[in-house]
């Protein structure tokens, strides 16, 4: 397991695009054959993806958690970006088709990962926070989820919004998570931006064409960076960071966050005009 520790709002400004990239970008996610987690202190998050083959892969409870299986403490959400598959949990077998989404609730004690076909294999994103209590597993399939349509034409931002886990889907102690997927044409994101300072966030961005590429941008609303993001890359977003994107074409990115509260709608905005 891979430890990140993210820089302070004001050390982050002192910092070049490798040590920006270094802190808050996970390149490496998503390799056939393996579980691959990353630890932030950004409310203890566990960012990671498990793309099982011919074998199938079970998660971890590595040394760092100091607990004797991986949801011992900590609820989990799953969300397969890839071919189909199959997750297990406690011997009890979930289907999952590309964009389903499974919670795993805290104590679940055996979780393991297959794929359906080893030429088309699974690629299922985690998202991990600390939990307090139990809620039961649960999956929810992409088409029993109604879809919120937003934006305009105009302002190059039209895209479905998919909830799974909030308030009002599956419930959970504090991870909130679903995805976003952009119309054809579209290409910003989360503009105008925001922060909220009770919840960090993560953004993994998905069916980018490989020629392609997502301009994230975060930071202080008045000292904005960006990072250039590939297919399949993670942006970890501290509770003081905006997170918003551009890309040279149309994409989706899986969304998630923990912390204070799950209240979506909690937001600190930053108006286009006020950033710099």
């Not at 993806?49 to 760092?64: Q, R, T, Y």
Request: with cysteine.
């Amino acid at each position: 397991m891979q430890i990140r520790y993210s820089p302070s709002p004001l050390d982050y400004q002192k910092l070049g695009t490798d040590d920006l990239r270094s802190h808050f970008l996970i390149e490496s996610l998503f390799a056939e054959g393996q579980l691959s987690l990353v630890y932030s202190d950004a409310d203890r998050a566990i960012i990671g993806s498990a793309v099982p083959g011919k074998h199938s892969i079970a998660l971890s409870a590595d040394a760092e958690l100091r607990a004797a299986y991986f949801c011992e403490r900590r609820e989990l959400g799953i969300l397969n970006v890839g071919g189909h598959g199959s997750v297990e949990v406690d011997g009890t077998l979930f289907d999952m088709a590309k964009l389903d989404c499974l919670y795993v609730g805290r104590g679940s004690q055996k979780v393991t990962f297959a794929s359906k076909d080893p030429a088309q294999p699974a690629a299922f994103f985690l998202l991990s926070y600390p939990a307090h209590t139990h809620y039961p597993t649960t999956r929810l399939s992409v088409g029993d989820v109604q879809p919120l349509e937003l934006g305009t034409a105009a302002d190059a931002n039209r895209r479905s919004l998919y909830k799974y886990i909030h308030g009002g889907g599956i419930k959970s102690c504090q991870l909130v998570m679903g995805f976003t997927s952009l119309k054809e044409g579209a290409v910003w994101n989360t503009m105008p931006s925001h922060t909220h300072t009770r919840r960090s966030e993560v953004y993994m961005y998905f069916d980018v064409d490989p020629k392609r590429r997502i301009m994230h941008f975060m930071g202080l609303p008045q000292h904005t960076r960006h990072l250039v993001v590939a297919d399949r890359q993670a942006v970890i977003s501290p509770s003081w960071s905006i997170h918003s994107g551009c890309g040279t074409g149309n994409y989706s990115f899986i969304w998630g966050m923990g912390g204070e509260n799950q209240t979506f709608e909690d937001m600190d905005p930053a108006p286009v005009d006020t950033l710099r």
